[in-house]
């Protein structure tokens, strides 16, 4: 099956810095690449998806690449906010939205 | 609008014990699935559900039931509860495979 690997497992960043967190995934079938942020005491949320025809997109502060050949994608957050401050999860999937996701990174965003 | 609500919020269960997570979703959705969430695990599938009547297994599927006879509910039933079944649980609802996933609040359990 799939195997996703998130990394870093913590990232603490200062207000207004660049924060990037990676993954790569195993099997080159999957196709999309959707990104999940979970704040304390709730459910995931989706915050950018990718699809594997595309090799970057972007909403506002927030981008996402894919390199198929390598097989790993990336989130970046610019200016952060510590309203950022969250859990992401990366995600990767090839049909029925069976996501199998990463373990996740904590992001803390200082003022 | 709703989305995708789950009761209870908070459960404790003692060993043995059985019970059912409710899972139901006002947006029409076809695609339903459980999520159990571990420190340090991420996000694991657990079953899902393509359509009414239409169930299939996850990653870890052992010890847990489902049924889909409605498009909008999605139960999750706990047969004999485990210490190991102590985890957060999560419902999660989809239009159509690879579309975004909606996620209810989540689920607490703990069995002692």
């Known amino acids: 099956g799939e195997n996703v690997e998130q990394h870093p497992s913590t990232l603490s960043v200062q207000e207004g810095d660049s924060a990037v967190i990676k993954c790569t995934y195993s099997?080159?079938?999957?196709?999309?690449f959707p990104w999940y942020k979970q704040e304390l005491g709730k459910g995931p949320q989706l915050i950018i998806d990718?699809?594997?025809?595309?090799g970057e997109k972007k909403d506002q502060r927030i981008a996402v690449t894919l390199n198929k050949t390598a097989k790993h994608f990336s989130l970046h957050i610019t200016e952060t906010q510590p309203e950022d401050s969250a859990v992401y999860f990366c995600a990767a999937s090839k049909g029925y939205s069976t996501l199998t996701f990463g373990k996740g990174t904590m992001l803390l965003v200082s003022p | 609008n709703a989305g995708v609500t789950q009761t209870p919020k908070f459960q404790v269960l003692k060993t043995g014990q059985s019970m059912t997570l409710q899972c139901a979703q006002d947006m029409n959705h076809e695609y339903m699935s459980w999520y159990r969430q571990d420190p340090g695990m991420g996000l694991r599938l657990i079953h899902y559900?393509?359509?009414?009547?239409?169930?299939d297994q996850g990653e870890v599927p052992n010890g847990y039931n489902v049924s889909r006879s409605t498009t909008e509910d999605f139960p999750l039933r706990l047969l004999s509860a485990a210490p190991s079944q102590t985890s957060v649980y999560f419902c999660a609802s989809s239009r159509q495979a690879n579309t975004e996933a909606f996620f209810g609040q989540g689920t607490r359990l703990t069995v002692v």
């Open positions: 990718i699809r594997s025809n595309v």
């Open positions: 559900s393509v359509g009414a009547g239409i169930t």
């Open positions: 099997d080159s079938a999957s196709n999309y």
